[in-house]
């Protein structure tokens, strides 16, 4: 039952916010971030707040989960009107010179509206090709899959032979990979290590296997949602993966430098990181 009343309230939600004059949609977005969604999902508030104490304990808590919840809420509901956002002039762009480099694979962090670092990478000229986990509504994961078609990437699906499509896109097609090294799957958050140690497995060093047996530059990108649902989307210098005589060495260096990387920017801006609720300590 409970499925069911989700399932109907995404459909309602989207319908909604692709159609409704903006006004109305933003009004929308605002009650679901402030009354909606911290009440369907009690336990990822309380989950959030913990971490929140855990790992910014000079954050005041109230406020910090009420940006959560804003910053959750608006971007899943802003999905179907990314691309009107974009081209409405509410997204700034920092670092999209960093995008030139051949082959590239580019690291994006769940943070703000993480939908616009594929819009701006589209936009500076470097359509992204990217693996996706599907979220667990077929109406959500058909609407996200759809989106980032139409705002000019392409999507491949996870699966045990990943690798031989990534190598194709990287080095014959020329390419730019999209990886999320933050993602939560099998019940952890793979990135950044935020003091669980030195990270293994998961999109981090998958990123920076890919880098090493292709010669990919490796650039971190990612956006923070301004006042007034505007977006700050920022590309860092690219990093380069260690090519030396020992591959595996290589590799780790590699996942180190990018944890590195990642860490001081998802802490920097901790309220608007999708995977706070799903954090756990000992991951």
Known sequence: MRRRLLDGFDRF?????RHAPWPLAEAYAGLVARRIAPRLYAAATQRGRANLSRLRPDLEAGAAVAEMWDNTARSFLE??????????????????GHLAARPLIVAALHLGNWEMVGLAMVRA???????YQPPSS??????????????GGRLLPLGRDAARPAMNALLRDRDVL??????????RVA????????????????????????????????????????FRVEFLPPLQVPRTGDREADIRAGTNALDRLIEPVILANL????????WKPEG
């Open 125 to 131: 000229g470097a359509p992204p090709v990217a693996f």
């Open 191 to 230: 990135a950044p290590s935020l003091g669980r140690g030195p990270r293994r497995g998961g999109n981090i060093e998958y990123a920076a296997r890919l880098a090493r047996a292709t010669g990919a530059a490796i650039v971190v990108g990612y956006c923070r949602r301004l006042p007034g649902t505007r």
């Open 13 to 17: 939600s989207i319908a909604w916010m």
């Open 138 to 151: 077929d109406l959500r994961t058909r609407t996200v899959v759809a989106e980032r078609i139409k705002g």
């Open 271 to 278: 309220p608007q990181w999708l995977m706070l609720p799903d």
């Open 178 to 187: 999209l990886v999320f090294p933050d993602e939560h799957q099998h019940g």
């Open 79 to 96: 999905v179907p009107r990314a691309i009107r956002l974009f081209d409405a002039g509410r997204v700034e762009v920092h670092g999209a």
